[in-house]
């Protein structure tokens, strides 16, 4: 069987909105020893825009809110509490916060750096759930790199 990676976004593409505060929470995560990947998939019809595999094992999912207009068309946003630990929201300094659930993180970010505003409650991951997202994770990780290391390959045997 042969399936065909879906690779990153293109690093040489200009960023959106979304992606620029995903690039902020991305450098927040690694300073707390969290591995972090863009437009992830955890299942089918869902694609989160930063998941974050922590120290211990923990996995984090940020979606990243430009404008009101981006977060209240978000319907899928729920479908993503089965899939992590804790969820959160990144926003910038001018997002009406006051919108994002109570029971939900929030993270206030830039382009450049971001800092956790509200820790949300954690909801451990059910083992069997945990082990199939860590291996999507490395994978995916994996498969990224040697995208980087050899653009023109971008199908895989299984």
């Not at 910038?92 to 919108?99: I, R, V």
């Amino acid at each position: 069987m042969v399936s065909t990676l879906h690779a990153p976004p293109d690093v040489a593409a200009p960023l959106a909105p979304g992606q620029l505060l995903a690039r902020g929470v991305c450098r927040l995560l690694a300073s707390h020893d969290f591995a972090s990947l863009t437009e992830v998939a955890p299942a089918p019809g869902l694609r989160v825009d930063v998941m974050a595999l922590g120290p211990k094992g923990e996995i984090w999912v940020i979606e990243c809110k430009s404008s009101r207009a981006d977060f209240t068309s978000d319907r899928k946003w729920t479908g993503y509490l089965e899939w992590c630990d804790r969820f959160f929201w990144a926003v910038d300094a001018d997002f009406p916060s006051e919108l994002l659930p109570l029971e939900t993180g929030m993270i206030l970010a830039d382009p450049y750096s971001a800092e956790i505003q509200r820790m949300p409650t954690e909801s451990r991951l059910a083992p069997a759930r945990r082990r199939v997202l860590t291996q999507l994770f490395a994978r995916q990780a994996a498969r990224r790199l040697l995208l980087l290391r050899d653009p023109q390959f971008s199908v895989f045997s299984s």
